[in-house]
């Protein structure tokens, strides 16, 4: 959940999995999108973007609606399991990026819990369509 600028973990699997998250700073940040901060430069095609929001990935995709067209591969972190109130699990990522002409081509690494072994979020890569160039032998 997102109130002010702060997002709220989701204590019980978080804690479970990541002892070592369980305290907390609270600090202030200011919030730009992509898109104003790039406003001005002149983009190149064959963008790499990599995204690593702590669940925020939805808000950054949607505030890079004009960025986009240049962006040619997303790494983005994404979570099957809630970690934090509101965030966007896979699907809903996945869905999204669909949606702006790009494919999932799979897992670079993921995080198990260290007990039961699920995958609990991983760093997807996504491809625009018709990409050249990017994946070897295509």
Do not use: W
Request: proline residues 5%; contains cysteine; glycine residues 8%.
């Amino acid at each position: 959940l997102i109130t002010g600028g702060k997002l709220t973990r989701v204590p019980a699997l978080l804690d479970q999995a990541f002892p070592f998250a369980a305290s907390s700073v609270k600090e202030e940040i200011s919030l730009a999108t992509l898109d104003s901060v790039l406003a001005a430069n002149n983009l190149a095609k064959n963008i790499l973007l990599k995204l690593d929001v702590q669940g925020y990935e939805d808000r950054v995709l949607r505030g890079a609606e004009r960025m986009l067209p240049f962006v040619t591969a997303i790494i983005s972190e994404t979570s099957f399991y809630p970690l934090y109130i509101g965030q966007p699990l896979f699907g809903d990522i996945y869905r999204r990026l669909a949606e702006k002409g790009f494919e999932y081509h799979g897992s670079l690494q993921c995080k198990r819990h260290p007990k039961t072994g699920e995958v609990l979020f991983e760093d997807s890569l996504f491809l625009r369509s018709g990409a050249k160039g990017v994946v070897p032998g295509k």
